[in-house]
């Protein structure tokens, strides 16, 4: 399986900040990668998938970039809706859906 | 407007199976293409992916659970259930049922809606 890891676990910011969230494949998983939010009580949500394409609906602060095994998760102007956990997911087709260990994202 | 939604106990007992169902709208599982799964997070912990089930019945397990889990669907009560067997208390968690299309991706693909999650505690 394809093991992803996620960095930092908890990172500490302030309303407007940029913030940065890295995550890395074990092997090369080309463009399948996607992010998700999550907060307690609610859906999980999509924000990016395919590396960088925006889903539908997702703030235009939110980014990602990366190729091969590196990928990241920008925001571009941390707002206070934006307090949760963030996932990475790998969907290469040759191998099961794996996760990041997710990163929190708290206010300093 | 794609919506699914968990259900199932909220306890089980360690070595009981569990079953859970995932009812949805928006969506048929008949279009080719469309596939439902099943991720879990433990407290505290990651999203683990468990199972999927295609449109045309082709189902996947992830390696480390694929004993001790069944998925199966009912194209018309628009229905997926999952069961697990022999329950332990590591399987506490929330349990999400997701939708994916992998006309998207040409291949497996993410997870675009999702359920708000199922709570099971398992606990003599």
């Known amino acids: 399986d394809i093991q992803m890891t996620q960095s930092p676990s908890t990172l500490s910011a302030s309303i407007g900040d940029r913030v940065t969230i890295t995550c890395r494949a074990s092997q090369t998983i080309h463009h399948w990668l996607a992010w998700y939010q999550l907060k307690p009580g609610k859906a999980p949500k999509l924000l990016i998938y395919d590396v960088s394409s925006l889903q539908g609906g997702v703030p235009s602060r939110f980014s990602g970039s990366g190729s091969g095994t590196e990928f990241t998760l920008t925001i571009s102007s941390l707002q206070p809706d934006d307090f949760a956990i963030y996932y990475c997911q790998q969907y290469n087709h040759l191998s099961p859906w794996t996760f990041g260990q997710g990163t929190k994202v708290e206010i300093k | 407007q794609i919506t699914l939604k968990e259900s199932g106990p909220t306890v089980a007992k360690p070595t009981q199976t569990l079953t859970l169902t995932c009812t949805f709208s928006?969506?048929?599982?008949?279009?080719?293409?469309?596939?439902v799964g099943w991720i879990r997070q433990p407290p505290g912990k990651a999203l683990e992916w468990l199972a999927l089930i295609y449109w045309n019945d082709d189902k996947r397990y992830s390696p480390s659970l694929k004993s001790r889990l069944t998925i199966t669907k009912d194209t018309s009560k628009n229905q997926v259930v999952l069961t697990m067997t022999s329950m332990d208390p590591a399987d506490t968690g929330t349990y999400y049922c997701a939708h994916s299309d992998l006309r998207r991706c040409g291949g497996d693909c993410y997870y675009d809606h999702w359920g708000q999650g199922a709570l099971v505690t398992v606990s003599s």
């Open positions: 928006g969506f048929s599982l008949s279009t080719s293409g469309v596939g």
